[in-house]
């Protein structure tokens, strides 16, 4: 079945230092995968997107995301974090569904921002 | 205008109650979507509207009855629910689902954080 993995559960990281959330998903051909950051008791809020073309993509708040196809990956990077990014972090896809409407989420990652 | 909005942001209701939920865009969007996210995990795919109609029902319970008035507009009226029911119910639109659009970017609303007694 297509799956999107995110395999850390919980990071913490120091403000002003670099980030990497991992992401890996399951599927043959080239997918649509997504970012969404959600703040706490809020709605999700979409980061970036890759849907083809250039691997390194670029979204708001000054993350990017790489695509890798040969590791299966879509990892989200920021080169300094700030205390405002404490957040969950989910990444999706509609794997081979994408005309469906159905976005398969990773689990999510927890990130936290010591001072 | 790029919002998707919910009302109400939070909902506190006994098990008998009736109560609704509201969503609304005005992006033109034909695909609603209903999600229900509990702490911790990531949203659950309740409900596909597409072009108004019922695409995808994820097998929930009837007590959670969805409706799309219009293309703008999707309610969520509840029944009777179990205090396991107690979630953050979201609402998304698409420019999708179709066979041409080729992808599912989601804009989502900010929830309702609904609380059973």
């Known amino acids: 079945a297509q799956s999107v993995t995110q395999p850390d559960i919980h990071i913490t990281v120091s403000e002003g230092a670099s980030l990497e959330l991992r992401c890996n998903y399951s599927y043959g051909a080239t997918p649509y995968l997504f970012w969404y950051v959600q703040s706490p008791g809020q709605g999700l809020q979409l980061l970036l997107k890759y849907f083809s073309g250039d691997t390194l993509v670029q979204g708001i708040k000054g993350f990017e995301a790489e695509f890798k196809r040969s590791q299966s990956s879509f990892n989200l990077r920021k080169p300094s974090v700030h205390w405002s990014d404490a957040a969950e972090y989910f990444c999706a896809s509609p794997g081979g569904s994408s005309n469906t409407g159905k976005l398969i989420f990773g689990q999510g990652t927890t990130l936290q921002v010591k001072p | 205008d790029t919002e998707v909005t919910q009302t109400p942001k939070h909902l506190v209701m006994g098990m008998t109650n009736k109560k609704s939920l509201k969503c609304e865009q005005h992006?033109?969007?034909?695909?609603m979507y209903w999600y229900k996210q509990k702490a911790k995990k990531p949203p659950e795919l309740m409900f596909v509207y597409s072009y108004e109609k019922l695409s995808i029902n994820e097998s929930v319970p009837s007590r959670f009855s969805p409706e799309c008035p219009n293309s703008s507009l999707l309610n969520l009226h509840l029944h009777a629910l179990q205090p396991e029911d107690s979630a953050l119910y979201l609402c998304?639109?698409?420019?999708?689902?179709?066979?041409?659009?080729?992808?599912?970017?989601?804009?989502f609303g900010p929830g309702t954080r609904l609380t059973v007694l």
């Open positions: 998304a639109s698409s420019q999708g689902p179709s066979l041409h659009s080729g992808y599912n970017e989601q804009f």
């Open positions: 992006m033109g969007h034909r695909a």
